[in-house]
């Protein structure tokens, strides 16, 4: 949107998403300096972005299960299968009601729809296929999600990382409608000097002169990722600094581990700390000198974008294992290191013996740094901005 509006100041601009996100959206847009509200707020040169709801249906599928898996997790299968899928379906149709509604006047359609991936997409997309209203797709893992594969044949482009530059093989079409643009960043994500590095430290009370290891399974957390840290911690402290974000929802589930965090008069006099979540990821991330995360697009483009030596575990059980397969193309570029998620589990010293060796190897901790560093695009976002207002203005 920033791009966007840098571009073009007068676009009018529309974010549409669910009930669930509503409110980090309207704060998302507010952060990046442009208004938001009612059409009754614009006026004049006022960049504007207006926030709206809409109805969507997620499909709840779990990869490589088998029939056995189904009636093994029975509560999963009734909550999320079943019931949640039936719950799904009836907000999906709700979407593609309320979609139509909005669109079909000729005075509040779009000249241009860009779409991210992911079930509030979808019945937006749809419509838009329908009334013959252009849209843009972007596609930043490897395999693309459910929703994109269903888009991306009537896109007018799509705009894939690097990692997806043969998507025009997979889904037919030219070459002209797949174009790498790499995965936006916010730009507060990017390489710091080791000056810098040491003073982010220190702000987060960590010794200077120690290694720091900083595990993140994202903003909710990831229950086996805090277990296998749980399970190694004691010999992680040993030969680095740890920071641990547990995530909100595992939070309370981990704060047995606060007796490794011991403070005295508000300074840290351990190597570890844990947060539910910290709002300075960049800084946090920045930090360290290796990183342990979930292998999400987005997620490794900010690592790269840093510049960071990075561990990945990507969750195999996700649709399509595309965290799998983020993982496995970056490490077949010898970029970063990685663990399965069932790995983990069944051998949590796997993941500390991969820690210690990069902290312990700064030579190959830095090969790693620079070649994950060699797939950032820093123009990510100007160059998808570009590519929606050409498609909008034709």
């Known amino acids: 949107m920033r791009e966007i509006l840098r571009e073009k100041p007068r676009t009018r601009v529309e974010f549409w998403t669910d009930r669930k996100y509503y409110k980090n959206v309207v704060k998302i847009t ?16 006022r960049q504007y972005v207006r926030v ?29 299968i079943i019931w949640g899928n039936f719950v799904g379906f009836v907000g999906f149709l709700g979407g593609i009601i309320q979609s139509f509604f909005r669109m079909v006047s000729r005075k509040n359609r779009p000249d241009v729809i860009f779409l991210k991936g992911g079930f509030v997409g979808l019945p937006v997309g749809i419509v838009a296929r329908f009334l013959k209203i ?25 705009a894939v990382s690097a990692a997806g530059a043969n998507f025009a093989e997979k889904f037919g079409g030219s070459d002209e409608k797949f174009i790498v643009t790499g995965v936006p960043v916010a730009p507060e994500f990017r390489r710091v000097s080791e000056v810098k590095q040491a003073s982010l430290k220190k702000a987060f009370g960590f010794a200077v002169d120690q290694p720091l290891v900083v595990m993140t399974g994202g903003s909710q957390g990831s ?8 399970e190694i911690l004691p010999e992680m402290l040993k030969f680095t600094s ?8 595992r939070y309370e589930e981990m704060v047995d581990l606060k007796k490794y965090e011991e403070w005295n008069k508000a300074k840290l006099q351990s190597n570890f700390r844990m947060w539910a979540f910290n709002s300075a990821m960049n800084e946090l991330m920045g ?5 342990i995360s979930r292998a999400g697009a987005t997620t490794i483009a900010e690592l790269a974008a840093l510049g960071k030596a990075v561990i990945l575990v990507p969750f195999e059980k996700l649709p399509g294992g595309h ?4 993982a496995e193309q970056l490490v077949d570029m010898n970029a970063v290191a990685m663990v399965g998620d069932e790995r983990m589990v069944e051998q949590p010293g796997i993941l500390l013996e991969l820690a210690k060796k990069l902290i312990k190897d700064k030579k190959l901790r830095n090969s790693l740094a620079m070649k994950l560093h060699e797939t950032y695009h820093p123009h990510a976002a100007r160059d998808l901005a570009k590519i929606i207002l050409e498609v909008g203005t034709k």
């Open 323 to 326: 965290q799998t397969k983020n």
């Open 242 to 249: 740890v920071g641990l974000v547990a995530g909100r929802a």
């Open 30 to 45: 507010t952060e990046i300096g442009v208004a938001w509200g009612d059409e009754s707020r614009v006026s004049g040169k």
């Open 134 to 158: 252009p849209y843009v797709v972007h596609e930043s893992d490897a395999v693309p999600g459910l929703a994109n594969r269903l888009l991306i044949k009537r896109a007018t482009k799509v």
């Open 287 to 291: 930090a360290a000198d290796v990183v």
């Open 52 to 80: 709206r709801k809409i109805m969507a249906g997620k499909f709840h599928r779990y990869a490589g299960w088998t029939l056995a898996d189904y009636f093994k997790n029975f509560g999963t299968t009734l909550k999320d």
């Open 223 to 230: 229950q086996h990722m805090n277990e296998a840290m749980r």
